[in-house]
């Protein structure tokens, strides 16, 4: 049974240019968050896709949106890169279910922003 | 808003001996679960144990457990005859799961480093 999984695993952009980073849930999963973790601390929410609307989002500007396909996979874009925007971009899936509370990460796209 | 607050940047501890890593959390919520997630140098995210607040009694998963007063918004972990895989950054998670999306609030993390 494959994780969740994210691509690229590394990417390095300039300021003012515009990212797409891609994940694909845990099997039987259905609903895919996104978490930016800047060096050193912890992950920061940014926002939730489930029957391919947002359904919760974190305190990020316009500059982050994202998409779900109906095959539950996500994307994270981003545009206007900042310099601050460098950091980890971590995807997590889980189940809607009843008692699907726990959230399964993977292993995350590094964006360096120059 | 919830917050989590891990007051330990870091910690070593040698092989075979015991560990217990800090968390206090701020909510005005009851209904909440809480997590300590393992993230080593490969970067994977991986859920350690987790603690519903309605249960009194403490969450243990083998060599790990849980030390959680809800009174004090506590939520210790505590880690038994460390092993030098445990070496990596511990996270404390919060997540009210009443709240539409069920977002997780992350602590700053503990690195925590098993010396042989």
């Known amino acids: 049974d494959a994780g969740v999984t994210q691509s690229p695993t590394h990417l390095i952009k300039t300021r003012g240019q515009q990212v797409t980073l891609r994940c694909s849930p845990k099997?039987?999963?259905?609903?895919v968050s996104w978490y930016q973790q800047a060096l050193g601390q912890g992950p920061q929410f940014i926002f939730q896709?489930?029957?391919?609307?947002?359904?919760q989002r974190g305190n990020f500007p316009d500059r982050f949106s994202g998409h779900q396909f109906p095959n539950y996979s996500s994307e994270l874009n981003v545009n206007a890169l900042l310099l601050g925007d460098s950091a980890l971009y971590l995807c997590?899936?889980?189940?809607?279910?009843?008692?699907?509370?726990?959230?399964?990460f993977g292993p995350g796209t590094r964006l360096t922003v120059l | 808003a919830q917050t989590v607050t891990q007051s330990q940047p870091e910690m070593s501890v040698q092989e075979a001996e015991t560990v217990t890593l800090s968390c206090t959390y701020d909510?005005?919520?009851?209904?909440?679960?809480l997590f300590w997630y393992k993230q080593p140098p490969s970067r994977q995210m991986i859920l350690v144990i987790r603690?519903?607040?309605?249960?009194?009694q403490n969450a243990t998963e083998n060599r790990f457990s849980v030390n959680f007063q809800k009174a004090a918004k506590s939520f210790s972990l505590k880690i038994s005859d460390s092993q030098l895989g445990d070496t990596a950054m511990y996270f404390c998670?919060?997540?009210?799961?009443?709240?539409?999306?069920?977002?997780?609030?992350f602590g700053a993390g503990t690195i925590l480093r098993v010396k042989s």
């Open positions: 896709y489930y029957e391919e609307e947002e359904r």
């Open positions: 603690q519903e607040a309605y249960k009194q």
């Open positions: 998670a919060f997540m009210n799961y009443m709240e539409y999306g069920n977002k997780l609030v």
């Open positions: 997590a899936s889980r189940w809607k279910g009843a008692g699907g509370y726990e959230q399964f």
């Open positions: 909510t005005s919520e009851n209904n909440y679960y």
């Open positions: 099997s039987g999963h259905d609903t």
